[in-house]
């Protein structure tokens, strides 16, 4: 048995979402490479960003979501993977440190991810109103307070 393509997965992915999210409009991008995503973000505004964080990424990770907060403040940052501590204070120390992003996902993101875009969309995309879910293994931090 092969293993799917990025490109692959993304479809089976955008297919999904669109049954899921049938009154929303969808467009799911994947990069690999940041000038790729420079090329995107130049062209069109992006409503979430989800960022897989792993301990040589994460400098990188955290530039692109002060950039992308700068010029697209209303865009949802999601960050998730292995690099998230399972430490609540190291969280918390993290969320205020880098408020640019939004939620922190600690484990695994499919299921995660899914709940979040639901609540985002449920919520008519504010940000603001999706911290206040409780959404399982999702953290964030209210910088208005």
């Known amino acids: 048995m092969s293993t799917p393509s990025s490109r692959e997965f993304a479809d089976d992915v955008l297919m999904f979402l669109k049954l899921k999210f049938s009154r929303a409009t969808l467009n799911i991008n994947l990069f690999k490479r940041p000038s790729k995503f420079d090329k995107f973000c130049q062209k069109q505004s992006p409503d979430v960003v989800m960022m897989g964080n792993y301990m040589w990424n994460e400098n990188l990770n955290l530039f692109y979501a002060s ?62 109103n999706l911290k206040k879910e409780k959404i399982p293994n999702c953290f964030s931090f209210n910088h208005n307070t």
């Open 67 to 128: 950039l992308i907060k700068k010029y697209f403040p209303n865009c949802l940052i999601i960050l998730g993977g292995p690099n998230v501590s399972t430490n609540l204070y190291e969280k918390e120390i993290f969320l205020k440190t880098n408020a640019c992003i939004d939620i922190l996902v600690e484990g695994d993101g499919e299921l995660v991810s899914l709940k979040l875009l639901e609540a985002f969309y449920d919520n008519n995309y504010h940000i603001s």
